[in-house]
């Protein structure tokens, strides 16, 4: 008996667009798209896995936004010291506020 | 003329058996991707970038010609399928349309292509952030598998 193995690349793939008017993404939305990253559940799971894997998700959604928050934070802290060092603090307090 | 489809270009089949393309996250080539409008008209023939329907600013200077390099993430395997991925792109402070794009291999002589992306509509970004997505990184739903 002969074996074959057929070699094959797929056509059926696609990606998704996301856009913003007037703003960036907010930290809960890039928190969405890292959980969808993180967590997948397969078509064929059970009710039961399904749900807990939904759960899963939702807690990696509010664990991934508290951090972004963080780096925000964070990163407006050095941004605002660079422009004070820079003789603006007037601006670098509009910026703190924001 | 309009985008009609997803596709992996033909001769991105042929240059993976001449060993034209790497995909390795350290010391892989660079992909780009390239946005369009739908006056861009791309298949599985389509062997190489071309500037002819690249998209333009609105306003500003997001885009740039060639689009934005992709951050490739090592192949790997599930059961007996081979695949890989790349990490979102985005385009930030933009207000450009697209409706498709293309990944080309911008390391290769001639910017061989690597798959044409159907947007399926016209998509817009005015004064925020285009993002594109890609597909979950398993043998069923990534960017380029093989089976």
């Given amino acids: 008996m002969i074996h074959t193995n057929a070699l094959g690349?797929?056509?059926?793939?696609?990606?998704?667009?996301?856009?913003?008017?007037?703003?960036?993404?907010?930290?809960?939305?890039?928190?969405?798209?890292?959980?969808?990253?993180?967590?997948?559940?397969s078509d064929n799971a059970t009710p039961e896995v399904r749900a807990q894997a939904e759960a899963f998700r939702q807690k990696i959604v509010?664990?991934?936004?508290?951090?972004?928050?963080?780096?925000?934070?964070?990163?407006?802290?050095?941004?605002?010291?660079?422009?004070?060092?820079?003789?603006?603090?007037q601006l670098a307090e509009l910026i703190r506020r924001l | 003329m309009a985008f009609s489809g997803n596709f992996m270009c033909t001769s991105f089949k042929q240059e993976l058996l001449e060993g034209v393309h790497n995909f390795k996250n350290s010391g892989g080539n660079t992909f780009n991707l390239a946005l369009y409008t739908n006056s861009a008209s791309f298949t599985a023939a389509t062997t190489a970038y071309t500037t002819s329907n690249e998209i333009t600013n609105t306003s500003g200077s997001a885009y740039s010609a060639k689009g934005v390099s992709l951050t490739r993430v090592d192949p790997t395997t599930s059961s007996t399928t081979a695949f890989t991925d790349f990490a979102d792109a985005s385009f930030s402070s933009a207000s450009f349309t697209a409706r498709g794009g293309l990944i080309f291999n911008d390391s290769a002589s001639g910017d061989p292509t690597v798959v044409v992306l159907d947007f399926g509509a016209d998509k817009t970004a005015s004064n925020g952030t285009f993002t594109i997505v890609f597909p979950t990184a398993d043998a069923s739903n990534a960017i380029i598998r093989i089976a």
Avoid at chain 1, 9 to 38: C, M
């Fill in chain 1, 9 to 41: 690349l797929s056509n059926d793939f696609s990606v998704q667009v996301l856009t913003t008017k007037d703003r960036g993404f907010t930290p809960e939305e890039i928190a969405e798209r890292a959980a969808d990253k993180i967590v997948s559940v």
């Fill in chain 1, 62 to 89: 509010r664990l991934v936004t508290f951090y972004i928050h963080e780096g925000i934070k964070n990163d407006r802290t050095t941004v605002c010291n660079a422009i004070v060092d820079a003789g603006q603090p």
